[in-house]
């Protein structure tokens, strides 16, 4: 069975700092590893993904996550944070024998200023 | 607007009511999915559908749930006999065709149920 864990419920930083928001997965077969952000009031967008390929994969807004085989890991980061990066972030994972995608509880990530 | 298309946005329906909500896709989407979202939780996979064809249907989807894309395009998820554990915000997603699409999907903003 594919799970997906997201171990911090906030993330705290402040503006100009690095920002790492965590999740670990679990699938029986080749991962499909997906980020999404949400900001208040709006739906659910698609930030990045990993197939295959470059264990660094970059996003939108400047978001890179990177995928780790051995700890199961696929930590989102971005180097800079802005205020406006502010929102709730969830992780998501399907595998190849399946169409849906099973996402994280969400992490909120405060930026302050 | 080429986005997703949600309505009604809210309802609020007493228990034992049926609701139905629709969701209009991006018109290039094949693909289309229903999610469910609670509180402080993640988005819960419902159904998927490739054109007008339900190819999975989560378990949450008890027999009060049902999901129809008859022509392929729109879709309609109709839950009867409300209950209060019904409550939650519901999302609609489509995608591209493709294997390298598949995950990457685009949410609308969702219907939110009350159920007194």
């Known amino acids: 069975a594919q799970s997906v864990a997201q171990p911090e419920d906030q993330v705290n930083v402040a503006e100009g700092n690095p920002l790492t928001v965590k999740c670990t997965y679990s699938?029986?077969?080749?991962?499909?590893l997906f980020w999404y952000v949400q900001y208040p009031n709006r739906g659910l967008q698609f930030l990045l993904k990993y197939i295959t390929g470059d264990n660094l994969v970059k996003g939108s807004y400047g978001f890179e996550a990177e995928f780790n085989k051995s700890q199961t890991s696929f930590h989102l980061k971005k180097p800079s944070a802005l205020v406006s990066d502010s929102a709730l972030y969830f992780c998501a994972v399907r595998d190849d024998s399946s169409y849906k995608l099973i996402f994280g509880s969400g992490t909120r990530l405060l930026v302050r200023p | 607007d080429t986005g997703v298309s949600q309505n009604p946005r809210h309802k609020i329906t007493k228990r034992g009511q049926n609701v139905t909500f629709r969701c209009d896709p991006i018109?290039?989407?094949?693909?289309l999915y229903w999610y469910r979202q609670t509180l402080g939780q993640g988005p819960e996979f419902l159904t998927y559908?490739?054109?007008?064809?339900?190819?999975?249907k989560s378990r949450l989807l008890s027999d009060r749930f049902s999901a129809e894309r008859p022509k392929g395009s729109f879709s309609t998820l109709e839950i009867q006999r409300t209950e209060q554990g019904d409550s939650a915000m519901y999302l609609c997603?489509?995608?591209?065709?493709?294997?390298?699409?598949?995950?990457?999907?685009?949410f609308g903003e969702g219907s939110r149920l009350t159920v007194l």
């Open positions: 699938v029986s077969g080749n991962p499909y």
């Open positions: 997603a489509s995608s591209l065709p493709g294997q390298a699409n598949t995950g990457e999907l685009f």
């Open positions: 559908f490739q054109n007008e064809a339900q190819l999975e």
């Open positions: 018109s290039e989407h094949n693909r």
